[in-house]
């Protein structure tokens, strides 16, 4: 960035800055940033993404835990547009306040060590959601994609495919960043549903039936719900208690909540 020497990345923030330009172009396109967009980004670091969204927007909001990276990415935004930083862990920002009634266009390349609990964070907010651009760890985004029967397929994959349109765009080698990862990254972006096209249960209940249908993967659906659903209620919906998570589609998850339980 210009004018400050690189900061040195914390491996406890999960920092690895994007370096490759031909990379940081390719997710730029893909968010196709607009001028009236309302962008919010997640860990905008030495600001990779950040300046040139905010050259394409004129305005951004950009969420970052390390203090230390703020006053030159402020310092590097000023000329180029509009940047607002929130010094705060992610998880603890209520996205649905940031959006005041508009709906945001969020991007980041994630810190690896929380992307679950970002993701999940992010789902509270579909409805103050447009979409989301994230750069994830390759395996995680082939979870959030898998389809049933896969060997990945679990827990991610029903929570983000009832509430998103879950769409994979591009791998990225470790060598796009400083430092490397261990892990090959890919990008993937998330369309949250309408509403009328969500899931028509409460959604607290189905996090605890998915949480514990794929708690033990070997286990049979009846074994697994222990406690949570008894077998004659899965009879009753038509689903077989001795049928495994990883088989069902997510829709039969939204069922298995709407069913009556102590
Ligand atoms: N966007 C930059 C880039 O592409 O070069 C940095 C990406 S780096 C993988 C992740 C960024 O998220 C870092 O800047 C890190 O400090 C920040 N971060 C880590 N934990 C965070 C949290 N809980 N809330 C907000 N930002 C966080």
Do not use: W
Not at 7 to 31: D, N, W
Not at 51 to 66: C, H, K, N, S
Not at 109 to 115: F, K, Q, R, T
Not at 235 to 255: H, K, S
């Amino acid at each position: 960035m210009s004018g400050s020497a690189p900061a040195r990345p914390k491996k406890h923030f999960g920092q690895h800055f994007l370096h490759e330009r031909g990379v940081v172009e390719r997710i730029v396109r893909a968010i196709a940033p607009q001028a009236d967009d309302t962008l919010v980004e997640i860990g905008p670091g030495e600001g990779a993404l950040t300046l040139p969204l905010l050259a394409a927007a004129g305005r951004l909001t950009a969420i970052e835990l390390d203090a230390e990276l703020i006053p030159a990415l402020e310092a590097a935004a000023r000329p180029v547009g509009l940047l607002e930083v929130i010094r705060a862990d992610v998880l603890r920002v209520d996205l649905a306040a940031l959006a005041a009634g508009r709906r945001l266009r969020i991007a980041g390349n994630l810190p690896y060590y929380i992307s679950s609990p970002i993701l999940f964070h992010c789902l509270d907010y579909a409805d103050a959601i447009a979409d989301m651009h994230f750069m994830l760890q390759r395996e995680v985004v082939e979870r959030m994609a898998a389809a049933p029967g896969s060997k990945v397929y679990g827990r991610l994959s029903v929570m983000l495919q009832l509430a998103c349109t879950v769409e994979p765009l591009f791998r990225v080698a470790p060598g796009a960043f400083r430092p490397p990862p261990k892990v090959d990254s890919a990008v993937v972006r998330l369309t949250p549903k309408p509403p009328a096209q969500r899931p028509q249960a409460d959604p607290a209940r189905i996090a605890t039936v998915v949480r514990a249908a794929f708690g033990q993967r070997r286990k049979t659906l009846s074994n697994a719900l222990r406690g949570v659903l008894d077998a004659d209620a899965l009879r009753t919906a038509g689903i077989d208690p001795q049928a495994r998570a990883e088989t069902l589609a997510p829709e039969v998850f939204v069922r298995l909540a709407q069913l009556p339980h102590d």
